[in-house]
């Protein structure tokens, strides 16, 4: 069955360092979204990315899709205390249309 | 627009006993999502409602059952709870089926003593 590997599963960086979290599949993907929660709140939407080698920038974070479609990352640049928490992707694939949930990457940002 | 509302928000519970969690989705969405959240298992899709009717379920025990109702609103309920149910219990509500974007609530936190 589809599964989703989430890599690493835990980071921990000092201010200012750069960071990514990386989505892999064993299928190709129609699409994959990230999402970022907060310690003590419930998953945000941040991304949706569809296209093969797609590349999207939202300020400081920078989310690719790879050619092949099975693989992800995100990536923080110079992150900041306010980027603390556990950021998600989920992958669409498959004829039932159900998001797969990969198991999160849990961020902490030293001051 | 107001955003997913659930309720109770938290809730302690005795093994064996059921529970009934209600989930409000943003108006105009008429598909919602139950997932489970426990610490370290990330979030466990649990079922799909989209027109009152489950489109999609995930791989939980048949104590786990939902609803939802013409108002898009739905209810999940756990019967005969275990203690291995305590966990937080999200709902997320979209536009449409499948792979829309996820508008999650703040969730309910369930305990099991």
New interface residues.
């Given amino acids: 069955g589809q599964q989703v590997m989430q890599i690493p599963q835990y980071q921990h960086v000092q201010e200012g360092e750069d960071f990514t979290t990386y989505c892999n599949s064993s299928t190709t993907l129609?699409?994959i979204?990230w999402?970022k929660q907060r310690p003590g709140?419930?998953?945000?939407?941040l991304i949706?990315l569809v296209k093969s080698g797609e590349v999207k920038k939202q300020k400081r974070l920078t989310f690719q899709f790879g050619e092949a479609k099975k693989n992800s990352s995100l990536h923080i640049t110079a992150t900041q205390t306010t980027d603390v928490g556990t950021y998600?992707c989920?992958e669409?694939a498959g004829n039932?249309?159900?998001?797969?949930?990969?198991?999160?990457t849990s961020l902490a940002v030293n001051p | 627009k107001a955003g997913v509302t659930q309720t109770p928000r938290y809730l302690i519970k005795t093994r064996g006993q059921q529970v009934t969690l209600s989930c409000s989705p943003i108006s105009g969405h008429r598909s919602v999502s139950w997932y489970q959240q426990t610490p370290g298992q990330g979030l466990q899709f649990l079922f799909e409602y989209f027109s009152e009717t489950q489109r999609n379920k995930g791989n939980f025990p048949g104590r786990f059952s939902g609803r939802q109702f013409s108002n898009s609103r739905s209810e999940m309920n756990v019967s005969t709870l275990e203690l291995g149910d305590s966990a937080l219990y999200l709902c997320a509500s979209s536009r449409g089926l499948g792979y829309n974007e996820q508008f999650f609530g703040p969730g309910t936190r369930l305990t099991v003593l």
């Fill in positions: 129609s699409n979204q999402y709140g419930h998953p945000v939407f949706q998600f989920a669409g039932n249309r159900k998001l797969i949930w990969g198991l999160g």
